[in-house]
């Protein structure tokens, strides 16, 4: 339908004459003609306003349902997920993974032969990694339409409820009107008094969705102007080389690689991790590092960033306090092999002047022999605590 678009402050001066308080006219005064007339063009303004309303609790009623299906799509794509992300922990624990082999002749379920199933060859498939790579990729897609239908349903309701006030007040002035050709001519007119009232509310409603909408704008002039002074002072940092903070990431990620690959991380190959450009953190993309690699790889990713971290400050001579504690690194059941590459790893902080102390279960035996050569101390603590409260006297004791 063609709409003719006004500005607020011809819809508030409209709005502000036709609540204007006086006294009602009489029916005689208003004559029954434009009565008559005006009854014909309220009725009209109802029956464009229902057309108006069903289109809009049409685009409502699909845009709900579109939430719906997408929440549904979702969250079985994120079971999907899930269930990827289980395979590929047994796998990573050692079970078959002849179930995953589609060309099988045999069900991989009840182990009945396929060979009287029309198939054609499957051909090849994605593995487990890239099957949770899509997946990932699949649920942010899908979650971005989520909420672009969300906003369409929240404007379809804010735009139906709209209608549906506009409604009341045709149904009411189409009341009022109906009455006043029925009423004595000496009766004042209700549809002029309707109308007045109808007036006055909506000039209510939009005086305050006015001012809502100022006050916003006022907020919004509020961020613009913080913006503005954030990039004042951005503008007024000192030119600083890109290169060199590209050198000094490239530098951390190739330590963290290394290391990686010495602690013996098996995950997936350690070339896939990489140190994000804004957090500085390790990484690979589409996967998170803490749920999809193993427990103990997971402790070896830690081991090698924050032990990146402190090679890397001392090559560049950045600040660093030279001193790192780690609580038992072997925990989830680190091998011998690589525990003994770590170990030694660590043990090279003594050529720098840097210290670093990693508790341990291990024997002091064991520990020394893992050690061999390298520079480092092996201290038996005993029942000891390396920290533990300071020790004083209870008041209450005497």
Request: hydrophobic content about 40%; charged content about 30%.
């Amino acid at each position: 339908m063609d709409e003719e678009w006004v500005s607020d402050e011809e819809v508030l001066a409209a709005l502000r004459e036709a609540a204007t308080p006086e006294p009602a006219p009489q029916v005689t005064e208003v004559g029954y003609d434009s009565l008559r007339e005006r009854l014909s063009e309220q009725e009209l303004e109802l029956t464009r306003l229902g057309t108006m309303a069903k289109i809009v609790e049409r685009n409502l009623t699909l845009n709900e349902r579109q939430v719906s299906i997408l929440d549904e799509r979702i969250s079985a794509l994120s079971d999907e997920k899930l269930k990827n992300q289980d395979i590929k922990t047994l796998l990573r624990l050692g079970a078959s993974s002849d179930v995953l082999d589609l060309d099988a002749t045999d069900c991989p379920t009840c182990h009945q032969p396929l060979s009287n199933v029309a198939v054609e060859h499957v051909g090849p498939v994605l593995d487990v990694d890239a099957t949770i790579s899509l997946l990932s990729s699949q649920i942010r897609t899908f979650e971005e339409m989520r909420r672009q239908a969300r906003e369409a349903a929240t404007e379809s309701r804010v735009s139906y409820r709209a209608i549906q006030r506009a409604v009341d007040n045709c149904r009411m002035e189409i009341k009022a009107l109906q009455a006043d050709l029925r009423a004595p001519d000496d009766y004042p007119s209700s549809g002029d008094i309707a109308k007045r009232v109808a007036a006055e509310v909506r000039l209510a409603e939009f005086t305050r969705a006015k001012e809502a909408v100022q006050d916003l704008l006022n907020e919004m002039q509020e961020v613009a102007d913080a913006v503005f002074e954030v990039r004042a002072e951005l503008s007024d940092l000192p030119n600083v080389t890109p290169e060199e903070d590209y050198r000094r990431r490239d530098m951390l990620q190739r330590s963290v690689r290394q290391q990686l690959t010495d602690f013996g991380f098996s995950s997936y190959d350690a070339k896939f991790v990489s140190i994000d450009e804004e957090t500085l953190r390790p990484e690979r993309e589409g996967l998170n590092l803490d749920t999809d690699a193993s427990a103990s790889d997971v402790v070896r990713t830690k081991i090698a960033y924050l032990n990146a971290i402190r090679e890397v400050a001392d090559a560049l001579r950045t600040p660093h306090p030279g001193f790192l504690l780690l609580d038992e690194p072997r925990q989830h059941e680190l091998d011998e092999e690589h525990f003994r590459a770590t170990l030694r790893r660590l043990a090279r902080c003594s050529e720098i002047g840097d210290q670093v102390i990693a508790t341990s279960a291990a024997s002091v035996s064991t520990l020394s022999t893992m050690l061999g050569s390298a520079a480092a101390h092996v201290i038996d603590l005993g029942s000891q605590r390396l920290l533990r409260p300071e020790a004083r006297e209870d008041e209450l004791d005497y």
